[in-house]
């Protein structure tokens, strides 16, 4: 038997191998200036690996005076994209 959150989902146009998804949990894995880091990036392709269908991360500050802890992610410059684009790369795009 197939249980309902196994089988595919979808939300508006997002199309999804199963029901489960991951909530966001903080992880205070960045640098202190809120790059990604490899320990970041391993933390979430594991987590993908698990077998979700998508993994909501944790909260990443909009500016540089809006983080709640001193190793949270930064996503308020441009800087931040190449780190941000492994996580996603990492976990196989899953990554909302
Ligand atoms: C940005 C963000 C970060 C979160 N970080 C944590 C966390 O570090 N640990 C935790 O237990 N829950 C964290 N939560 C809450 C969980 O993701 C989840 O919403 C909560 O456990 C309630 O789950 P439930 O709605 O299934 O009861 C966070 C939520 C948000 C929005």
Avoid: C
């Amino acid at each position: 038997m197939t249980l309902l959150m196994q089988q595919p989902g979808r939300i508006g146009p997002l199309r999804m191998k199963n029901r489960l998804i991951m909530a966001p949990m903080g992880t205070n894995f960045s640098t202190s200036d809120g790059l990604s880091t490899e320990r970041d990036r391993a933390y979430y392709e594991e987590r993908a690996k698990g077998g979700v269908a998508a993994i909501v991360t944790e909260a990443m500050a909009v500016s540089a005076g809006g983080r709640a802890h001193n190793n949270s992610l930064w996503i308020y410059h441009d800087r931040f994209i190449p780190g941000l684009a492994r996580l996603v790369e990492g976990s196989s795009g899953m990554i909302a």
